[in-house]
């Protein structure tokens, strides 16, 4: 366990300047998917920090996932994680991912990243580091902050809230 | 002010004609406000009555819509929206089934539009479609048969467990391409089927995206929250459909919208519309491998992205619409910084545009390549600038105004040559109209309310609206219900231009294809695979579209 | 005593030059981020970071086995021989007298037959439509590119580049020099001929099925490939004036070479992507006339 | 030169510049009427649930637990509608510009507010309000106050015992 951690903090510290990430849409409305392409454009040019999307999961270092995973993408899905070499990093994008969105309880969903962790672990497929990135669409800068993140360079600023009142 | 109404006298030359050559088979013809003529037919005859319809009024098939109408009418049904864009009416025809054994005839022979409209009947409602293929289509293959989840007795949020068969799937490869698996990237696929490097045939392997947003527009929804799921059903003309919704509920519930929400909406929409086409434009550029124009598209781009968040608080999916208004006025600030920025794209698009088109490589590949003669585009009732671009003057702004559109002036722009430059052309010509309808909108804008007042929307009613998209005409059917729609059928513009993807691919280089086929704008990451059959051989191969096309990816640009 | 001083500043220059070519294309990718208005990767040093980064990552190997992997360490290697026998500015010890012209044409051509080889070896199912494209291209380019450098040969009236010093400049010989660099720019690969190979394909046609160190080592190969064609190119032109530079000489072909890259990376930005059927012919329209044109004034005497 | 236009774009990239917004170390793109996460004014939510059953997406909900109620509030499943803002009564709703949420942890996409219910005046069982909202009716609307303690069952079977009362029925016939 202990010796897993440390695998991972040194894989982290590798890609730390050279990122390769795989878009892997699941299902997605497409906003998310258009806002990750944004990141690579002029205003937000995610080049500045070295990552650099690549076309084949084998080359990736991180996986961004949009969408609530459809029924009929699932197979599809298990498979390309599976294709990922370890360390898995996966960014889960967008409130679709994280939560499974607005039609988080439809027929043909199965809720997100939650629901998928569930038959990704039936099937064998383990994912290392999970950083979630809310937002409908999630915006550019909200996504570069996520994988700030999921680097550790970033503290995640939100915090679980219990106020109780008398 | 309700959305457009055709003139009296068009409205009883439609009715007369109707009553003339479709009296001997019509159970009823009626005008009903808000959607249009309504004309019952009994099942078996249908077939006439849609010959009559598409093929002699010369209308287009905007959508067809099954309904599990048995809590209420104690049948199924299916509705033929036609549309008579001389005419600005639309015909729809109805016909009533058993509701045991729901079966209709097949009309794909005489509309092959309606291939996909039936295919759905089928997979969704349980509605045998006589005398043609009926296969699975939406729903995936391990969905157990005989559960249809339009159907109303079926819940939402049914989930069967997935079968044997699909963890197979899961546990290995399906088709041998070693590490590299399908569906990868993006969830859907087209299958070319090739003979060397040319199409001999495409079959589209598509709604991965399936979410089931009808069903829950029908049952967890309330009339107010649908907007905010219509917004969903694509992130990049989300707005459309938002604007959709509203407009066929409140055709439907005969409910006065307020003329500057009218306004609003438009500007909007045409917001939407400049963000859509300038991501476009830098997409095809990157497909041809020309990825500065991708970059400085997108760099345009980024202004209208900004102004959209001004105007209604979000990048994407605005969230401004409910049924009856907007939520989000705009001031004297916003309106100067909208003129602001309208000028500076103007500025730089035109700039760009005539850099692009100088690239010999873009004018060259485009020129030529995916025709989609005007004949074809007419049987296919293809919208939008791939239509226009075929010759088919169509723009539903011009022919069924809605929002504020019968208050601006703007050109059509057409061109006849129905290749893949003429599409380019289309959209460049259409961010300057978009521009010009933009300082129309925000000149003549009028003071007042956002939000009708009174909201009632009675049960039973039926409401059609289209809008124009960024990619064509997109049509929302609603009938109306208790506290959430009835039922309500949205058809998205793409839907209605992947089918005619067959003409325009066949006998073209394998090349070509990936440029063809996001020439009709489908939103672009659902274009992103292909399966490339052997004709010969029928060996399967998969590949990836930015490979066909040489490109490496986005990321080996930068 | 000479010729010690000029081995060691050859191995030198070796040196050099291999960890020059990733470094060429972070330059690149700093300019292309410049047209492209945006700020592009933190320093020039990016593609050095992916590549070690690459070798720092586990290796999967694909199914078929060790002999992608093995051709991609075959491919590196041969890259690194062609360059320690090109001359860098001045005439190159290591290649011990042997007519260097043809040596290097037949490595170069080596170089490019082996990325196709590796591309039918990955299995790739994309690879295989990309080899036939590729060698439609090929045979049109290739054969220039061999022709051209025969007939510098011819020319100069000497099979090695050492030939080349001294040479009086003719105008067939520009126009010869023309028809290499358009042959050079196509072999490496650049938008609007990389249809059929080069980056797009080898990167991610036969890269696809691995990752890890070989993906890292055969991308660098790619950088060397490219290297190679640009340096051929850049001692084409500084090589004439090589005994008026003496020592300089080796810094003017250094200048030389970053600047025809840099002039590549800018000319390939501007561009789109051609296709199959349009480049082969695009080419030969270029170099037709132009070959008839060099021949005939360099059989003048011009 | 037609063949040179290409480059022209040399020139449209030189006149614009570098463009990039260069966050984390710069501002970001943010508009001020940009809708970000919802912030619940805990001291002023009475837990009527009127935001509950005006999210579209059901990232708010109510959990009933024993005597506590509590509305829950997951960032992760939210689409920053702002309907929520809309509808609250009382304006404990504010709809804020964060949008630097990512995490590692789901937990901490969570936030809640728990109120306790009210008991009934008559019974002493818990009823279906809380005690925010019975003092929020009070305040608005004082003439209802010997109702509003009870729970629904008391409240129905006080009403109906005052109408027979007024008819001049026997007190206690109402309990069948």
């Given at each position: 366990?202990?010796?897993?951690?440390?695998?991972?903090?040194?894989?982290?510290?590798?890609?730390?300047r050279?990122?390769?990430?795989?878009?892997?849409?699941?299902?997605?409305?497409?906003?998310?998917?258009?806002?990750?392409?944004?990141?690579?454009?002029?205003?937000?040019?995610?080049?500045?920090?070295?990552?650099?999307?690549?076309?084949?999961?084998?080359?990736?270092?991180?996986?961004?996932m949009?969408?609530?995973?459809?029924?009929?993408?699932?197979?599809?899905?298990?498979?390309?994680?599976?294709a990922?070499?370890?360390?898995?990093?996966?960014?889960?994008?967008?409130?679709?991912?994280?939560?499974?969105?607005?039609?988080?309880?439809?027929?043909?969903?199965?809720?997100?990243?939650?629901?998928?962790?569930k038959?990704?672990?039936?099937?064998?497929?383990?994912?290392d580091?999970?950083?979630y990135?809310?937002?409908?669409?999630?915006?550019?800068?909200?996504?570069?902050?996520?994988?700030?993140?999921?680097?550790?360079?970033?503290?995640?600023?939100?915090?679980?809230?219990?106020?109780?009142?008398? | 002010?309700?959305?457009?109404?055709?003139?009296?006298?068009?409205?009883?030359?439609?009715?007369?004609?109707?009553?003339?050559?479709?009296?001997?088979?019509?159970?009823?013809?009626?005008?009903?406000?808000?959607?249009?003529?309504l004309?019952?037919?009994?099942?078996?005859?249908?077939?006439?009555?849609?010959?009559i319809?598409?093929?002699?009024?010369?209308?287009?098939?905007?959508?067809?819509?099954?309904?599990?109408?048995?809590?209420?009418?104690?049948?199924?049904?299916?509705?033929?929206?036609?549309?008579?864009?001389?005419?600005?009416?639309?015909?729809?025809?109805?016909?009533?089934?058993?509701?045991?054994?729901?079966?209709?005839?097949?009309?794909?022979?005489?509309?092959?539009?309606?291939d996909?409209?039936?295919?759905?009947?089928y997979?969704?409602?349980?509605?045998?479609?006589?005398?043609?293929?009926?296969?699975?289509?939406?729903?995936?293959?391990?969905?157990?048969?005989?559960?249809?989840?339009?159907?109303?007795?079926?819940?939402?949020?049914?989930?069967?467990?997935?079968?044997?068969?699909?963890?197979?799937?899961?546990?290995?490869?399906?088709?041998?391409?070693?590490?590299?698996?399908?569906?990868?990237?993006?969830?859907?696929?087209?299958?070319l089927?090739?003979?060397?490097?040319?199409?001999?045939?495409?079959?589209?392997?598509?709604?991965?995206?399936?979410?089931?947003?009808?069903?829950?527009?029908?049952?967890?929804?309330?009339?107010?929250?649908?907007?905010?799921?219509?917004?969903?059903?694509?992130?990049?003309?989300?707005?459309?459909?938002?604007?959709?919704?509203t407009?066929?509920?409140?055709?439907a519930?005969?409910?006065?919208?307020?003329?500057?929400?009218?306004?609003?909406?438009s500007?909007?929409?045409?917001?939407?519309?400049?963000?859509?086409?300038?991501l476009?434009?830098?997409?095809?550029?990157?497909?041809?491998?020309?990825?500065?124009?991708?970059?400085?598209?997108?760099?345009?781009?980024?202004?209208?992205?900004?102004?959209?968040?001004?105007?209604?608080?979000?990048?994407?999916?605005?969230?401004?619409?409910?049924?009856?208004?907007?939520?989000?006025?705009?001031?004297?600030?916003?309106?100067?910084?909208?003129l602001d920025?309208?000028?500076?794209?103007?500025?730089?698009?035109?700039?760009?545009?005539?850099?692009?088109?100088?690239?010999?490589?873009?004018?060259?590949?485009?020129?030529?390549?995916?025709?989609?003669?005007?004949?074809?585009?007419?049987?296919?009732?293809?919208?939008?600038?791939?239509?226009?671009?075929?010759?088919?003057?169509?723009?539903?702004?011009?022919?069924?105004?809605?929002?504020?559109?019968?208050?601006?002036?703007?050109?059509?722009?057409?061109?006849?040559?129905?290749?893949?430059?003429?599409?380019?052309?289309?959209?460049?010509?259409?961010?300057?109209?978009?521009?010009?309808?933009?300082?129309?909108?925000?000149?003549?804008?009028?003071?007042g309310?956002?939000m009708?007042?009174?909201?009632?929307?009675?049960?039973?009613?039926?409401?059609?609206?289209?809008?124009?998209?960024?990619?064509?005409?997109?049509?929302?059917?609603?009938?109306?219900?208790?506290?959430?729609?009835?039922?309500?059928?949205?058809?998205?513009?793409?839907?209605?231009?992947?089918?005619?993807?067959?003409?325009?691919?066949?006998?073209?280089?394998?090349?070509?294809?990936?440029?063809?086929?996001?020439?009709?704008?489908?939103?672009?990451?659902?274009?992103?695979?292909?399966?490339?059959?052997?004709?010969?051989?029928?060996?399967?191969?998969?590949?990836?579209?930015?490979?066909?096309?040489?490109?490496?990816?986005?990321?080996?640009?930068? | 005593?000479?010729?010690?001083?000029?081995?060691a500043?050859?191995?030198?220059?070796?040196?050099?030059?291999?960890?020059?070519?990733?470094?060429?294309?972070?330059?690149?990718?700093?300019?292309?981020a410049?047209?492209?208005?945006?700020?592009?990767?933190?320093?020039?040093?990016?593609?050095?970071?992916?590549?070690?980064?690459?070798f720092?990552?586990?290796?999967?190997?694909?199914?078929?086995?060790?002999?992608?992997?093995?051709?991609?360490?075959?491919?590196?290697?041969l890259?690194?021989?062609?360059?320690?026998?090109?001359?860098?500015?001045?005439?190159?010890?290591?290649?011990?007298?042997?007519?260097?012209?043809?040596?290097?044409?037949?490595?170069?051509?080596?170089?490019?037959?082996?990325?196709?080889?590796?591309?039918?070896?990955?299995?790739?199912?994309?690879?295989?439509i990309?080899?036939?494209?590729?060698?439609?291209?090929?045979?049109?380019?290739?054969?220039?590119?061999?022709?051209?450098?025969?007939?510098?040969?011819?020319?100069?009236?000497?099979?090695?580049?050492?030939g080349?010093?001294?040479?009086?400049?003719?105008?067939?010989?520009i126009?010869?020099?023309?028809?290499?660099?358009?042959?050079?720019?196509?072999?490496?690969?650049?938008?609007?001929?990389?249809?059929?190979?080069?980056?797009?394909?080898?990167?991610?046609?036969?890269?696809?099925?691995?990752?890890?160190?070989?993906?890292?080592?055969?991308?660098y190969?790619?950088?060397?490939?490219?290297?190679?064609?640009?340096?051929?190119?850049?001692?084409?032109?500084v090589?004439?004036?090589?005994?008026?530079?003496?020592?300089?000489?080796?810094?003017?072909?250094?200048?030389?070479?970053?600047?025809?890259?840099?002039?590549?990376?800018?000319?390939?930005?501007?561009?789109?992507?051609?296709?199959?059927?349009?480049?082969?012919?695009?080419?030969?329209?270029?170099y037709?006339?132009?070959?008839?044109?060099?021949?005939?004034?360099?059989?003048?005497?011009? | 030169?037609?063949?040179?236009?290409?480059?022209?774009?040399?020139?449209?990239?030189?006149?614009?510049?570098?463009?990039?917004?260069?966050?984390?170390?710069?501002?970001?793109?943010?508009?001020?009427?940009?809708?970000?996460?919802?912030?619940?004014?805990?001291?002023?939510?009475?837990?009527?649930?009127?935001?509950?059953?005006?999210?579209?997406?059901?990232?708010?909900?109510?959990?009933?637990?024993?005597?506590?109620?509590?509305?829950?509030?997951?960032?992760?499943?939210?689409?920053?509608?702002?309907?929520?803002?809309?509808?609250?009564?009382?304006?404990?709703?504010?709809?804020?510009?964060?949008?630097?949420?990512?995490?590692?942890?789901?937990?901490?996409?969570?936030?809640?507010?728990?109120?306790?219910?009210?008991?009934?005046?008559?019974?002493?069982?818990?009823?279906?309000?809380?005690?925010?909202?019975?003092?929020?009716?009070?305040?608005?609307?004082?003439?209802?106050?010997?109702?509003?303690?009870?729970?629904?069952?008391?409240?129905?079977?006080?009403?109906?015992?005052?109408?027979?009362?007024?008819?001049?029925?026997?007190?206690?016939?109402?309990?069948?």
């Amino acid at each position: 366990m202990e010796n897993r951690r440390d695998n991972l903090l040194e894989a982290l510290k590798a890609i730390r300047r050279s990122i390769w990430v795989f878009h892997l849409n699941t299902g997605s409305c497409n906003a998310c998917d258009i806002e990750i392409l944004d990141v690579l454009t002029p205003y937000f040019d995610v080049e500045r920090f070295g990552i650099k999307p690549v076309a084949s999961p084998r080359h990736a270092d991180l996986v961004l996932m949009t969408g609530p995973v459809t029924r009929k993408t699932l197979p599809k899905v298990v498979n390309a994680l599976r294709a990922v070499p370890r360390p898995r990093l996966v960014l889960a994008i967008g409130a679709c991912a994280v939560g499974g969105g607005i039609w988080h309880d439809s027929y043909s969903v199965s809720g997100g990243v939650e629901g998928l962790k569930k038959v990704l672990e039936e099937n064998g497929v383990e994912i290392d580091k999970l950083v979630y990135v809310p937002g409908c669409p999630a915006r550019p800068e909200a996504i570069i902050y996520g994988v700030a993140v999921l680097l550790g360079i970033a503290k995640p600023k939100v915090k679980e809230e219990v106020v109780e009142v008398k | 002010m309700v959305d457009f109404e055709p003139s009296k006298q068009d409205l009883e030359e439609v009715r007369a004609q109707l009553t003339e050559k479709l009296g001997h088979i019509a159970r009823s013809v009626e005008y009903v406000p808000g959607a249009g003529i309504l004309v019952e037919v009994p099942v078996k005859r249908i077939r006439e009555a849609v010959k009559i319809i598409h093929n002699d009024l010369d209308a287009y098939l905007r959508t067809v819509a099954g309904v599990d109408e048995r809590p209420v009418k104690g049948v199924f049904s299916a509705y033929y929206v036609f549309g008579l864009d001389s005419k600005h009416v639309n015909i729809i025809v109805v016909a009533y089934m058993d509701s045991d054994k729901p079966s209709i005839p097949s009309v794909v022979d005489i509309a092959p539009s309606a291939d996909w409209y039936e295919l759905e009947m089928y997979d969704l409602l349980g509605i045998r479609v006589e005398g043609r293929r009926l296969y699975r289509f939406i729903l995936p293959e391990d969905w157990p048969e005989g559960l249809y989840p339009l159907r109303k007795d079926v819940a939402y949020n049914i989930r069967p467990e997935p079968s044997l068969r699909s963890r197979e799937a899961i546990s290995g490869p399906r088709i041998p391409v070693g590490p590299y698996h399908p569906a990868l990237h993006e969830p859907e696929y087209f299958e070319l089927y090739v003979e060397g490097e040319r199409v001999v045939d495409v079959r589209y392997n598509g709604f991965h995206v399936h979410r089931g947003i009808e069903k829950l527009g029908e049952s967890r929804f309330t009339y107010q929250q649908v907007p905010f799921l219509a917004e969903r059903i694509c992130g990049i003309c989300g707005f459309v459909h938002s604007v959709c919704y509203t407009q066929a509920v409140e055709n439907a519930a005969r409910i006065d919208v307020p003329e500057r929400a009218l306004y609003i909406r438009s500007l909007v929409l045409e917001v939407e519309r400049l963000h859509s086409h300038l991501l476009w434009i830098g997409v095809a550029c990157h497909l041809l491998g020309y990825d500065a124009g991708f970059m400085h598209a997108w760099r345009i781009r980024e202004k209208t992205m900004v102004l959209a968040e001004l105007l209604t608080g979000s990048r994407k999916t605005y969230g401004i619409n409910l049924v009856g208004g907007v939520r989000k006025d705009i001031n004297r600030d916003k309106i100067g910084k909208v003129l602001d920025t309208v000028k500076w794209v103007e500025d730089e698009f035109k700039k760009l545009v005539e850099v692009i088109t100088s690239v010999p490589q873009v004018v060259k590949r485009a020129t030529g390549t995916g025709i989609l003669p005007k004949h074809d585009a007419r049987a296919y009732s293809v919208v939008g600038p791939v239509a226009r671009a075929s010759g088919l003057n169509r723009d539903v702004r011009r022919d069924y105004p809605y929002a504020a559109y019968k208050e601006v002036s703007f050109k059509v722009p057409v061109y006849s040559e129905g290749d893949n430059l003429a599409r380019l052309l289309v959209r460049v010509d259409e961010v300057l109209e978009s521009i010009e309808i933009i300082r129309q909108l925000l000149d003549q804008l009028p003071q007042g309310p956002i939000m009708a007042e009174e909201l009632e929307i009675p049960e039973g009613r039926i409401g059609v609206s289209s809008v124009e998209a960024p990619r064509g005409e997109d049509i929302h059917f609603i009938i109306t219900g208790k506290g959430r729609p009835y039922r309500w059928r949205v058809r998205a513009p793409t839907y209605q231009n992947i089918p005619a993807l067959k003409v325009m691919l066949k006998d073209a280089p394998l090349a070509d294809a990936p440029l063809t086929i996001a020439s009709i704008d489908p939103c672009f990451s659902c274009t992103d695979r292909v399966v490339v059959v052997d004709a010969r051989t029928r060996k399967r191969r998969i590949i990836s579209l930015r490979k066909l096309s040489k490109i490496n990816c986005i990321g080996c640009l930068i | 005593m000479q010729l010690e001083v000029n081995i060691a500043l050859s191995i030198v220059l070796f040196v050099c030059l291999t960890l020059l070519a990733p470094l060429l294309d972070g330059i690149e990718r700093k300019i292309r981020a410049k047209l492209h208005s945006r700020i592009g990767p933190p320093s020039i040093l990016q593609t050095w970071y992916d590549i070690l980064k690459l070798f720092s990552k586990e290796l999967v190997l694909p199914e078929g086995g060790l002999l992608v992997p093995l051709l991609v360490g075959l491919l590196y290697t041969l890259a690194l021989v062609t360059l320690s026998i090109i001359p860098y500015g001045v005439p190159n010890p290591f290649t011990l007298g042997l007519p260097d012209i043809l040596l290097v044409l037949v490595l170069v051509i080596a170089l490019q037959l082996l990325w196709t080889v590796s591309s039918l070896a990955s299995g790739n199912p994309y690879a295989t439509i990309g080899v036939f494209r590729e060698a439609g291209l090929g045979l049109v380019n290739e054969f220039f590119l061999a022709l051209s450098l025969i007939a510098l040969a011819l020319i100069t009236g000497s099979s090695s580049f050492t030939g080349l010093v001294g040479f009086r400049l003719t105008l067939s010989y520009i126009l010869l020099l023309v028809v290499l660099g358009i042959a050079c720019y196509v072999a490496s690969g650049r938008i609007p001929f990389d249809i059929g190979e080069a980056e797009p394909e080898l990167a991610s046609g036969v890269l696809v099925e691995f990752s890890g160190p070989v993906l890292g080592l055969a991308l660098y190969a790619h950088y060397l490939k490219r290297l190679i064609l640009y340096a051929i190119l850049a001692d084409l032109i500084v090589l004439p004036f090589a005994n008026v530079l003496g020592l300089a000489s080796i810094g003017v072909f250094l200048l030389v070479l970053v600047v025809l890259w840099i002039v590549f990376a800018v000319v390939s930005v501007v561009l789109g992507r051609s296709r199959i059927d349009l480049a082969p012919r695009s080419l030969l329209k270029i170099y037709t006339p132009l070959t008839i044109a060099y021949s005939v004034l360099g059989y003048l005497g011009a | 030169m037609s063949l040179l236009k290409p480059f022209k774009l040399i020139g449209i990239a030189h006149r614009s510049g570098v463009v990039t917004v260069r966050y984390p170390f710069q501002p970001p793109l943010v508009t001020p009427e940009f809708r970000g996460r919802i912030r619940i004014d805990a001291s002023k939510c009475i837990g009527c649930g009127a935001c509950v059953n005006a999210c579209p997406s059901n990232a708010l909900t109510l959990v009933d637990d024993g005597e506590r109620r509590a509305l829950n509030y997951f960032i992760g499943r939210c689409i920053y509608c702002g309907r929520c803002a809309d509808v609250c009564p009382v304006g404990a709703i504010t709809i804020s510009r964060e949008f630097e949420l990512a995490t590692d942890n789901i937990g901490d996409l969570n936030s809640r507010v728990i109120h306790y219910k009210a008991t009934c005046s008559c019974c002493g069982e818990e009823t279906t309000a809380t005690e925010r909202m019975i003092s929020y009716v009070v305040s608005r609307v004082p003439v209802t106050e010997t109702y509003v303690h009870m729970g629904s069952r008391c409240r129905k079977r006080r009403f109906i015992e005052g109408l027979m009362m007024g008819r001049g029925m026997i007190y206690g016939e109402s309990e069948r």
